[in-house]
């Protein structure tokens, strides 16, 4: 039973790898050119792991960036594009040190810098449906508005509330998180 389980686990780890490794061949539907530029902010928004997660993303598709998963509202200036990566996880606040109320007030502070700075924002929610809920819906009403782009693993927006959030903004969903690898290499001059 167990010999079965590892198997089954090792299968999908390395369909996973394999996706994030193919992708990067065709653009972004949701966007007629790519309009992000370096340099790149990767932030989470909610704290949870899928940070980590964007920025192995980055990385496959050769992107650079500075990754900062409490990255303060002053230091977005400095960068062109800002990568939001929304999902909440009351562990993740804990362990930061910061409470729900903290977070979306670093949120709204880094929007508001990046309008100032004329920073561009790149909205990733990759966590489908197991990182939704009320505490990441709470970050995705704030964040998602203000995003110039928006790139969703499909399994977390089966309600079309990430699509509602969006308002006009142009976004993509992603079937894997490999295609959204494709995706975030393609929104990328």
């Known amino acids: 039973m167990?010999?079965?389980?590892?198997?089954?686990?090792?299968v999908s780890v390395l369909a996973i790898l394999v996706?994030?490794?193919?992708?990067?061949?065709?653009?972004?539907?949701?966007?007629?050119?790519?309009?992000?530029?370096?340099?790149?902010?990767?932030?989470?928004?909610?704290?949870?792991?899928?940070?980590?997660?964007?920025?192995v993303l980055a990385d496959r598709v050769g992107i650079s960036y500075q990754y900062d998963s409490l990255a303060p509202a002053s230091a977005v200036g400095d960068y062109k594009t800002a990568i939001l990566v929304v999902g909440g996880s009351s562990?993740?606040?804990g362990a930061a040190g910061i409470n729900q109320d903290q977070e979306e007030a670093r949120a709204k502070a880094i929007i508001d810098a990046a309008r100032a700075a004329g920073t561009k924002i790149l909205f990733m929610h990759v966590g489908g449906d197991a990182r939704r809920g009320d505490l990441t819906d709470r970050f995705v009403t704030i964040t998602a508005p203000a995003a110039q782009y928006l790139i969703v693993v499909a399994d977390g927006n089966k309600d079309n509330f990430m699509t509602n959030a969006a308002g006009s903004a142009p976004m993509d969903m992603a079937d894997t998180l490999g295609d959204a690898g494709r995706l975030l290499k393609a929104a990328f001059k």
Do not use: N, W, Y
């Open 2 to 10: 167990m010999k079965k389980q590892t198997r089954s686990a090792l």
């Open 19 to 55: 996706g994030i490794m193919m992708g990067g061949i065709a653009g972004a539907a949701g966007l007629s050119e790519p309009i992000f530029e370096s340099p790149v902010l990767i932030t989470s928004i909610g704290q949870s792991a899928d940070g980590q997660l964007v920025k």
């Open 91 to 93: 562990k993740g606040l």
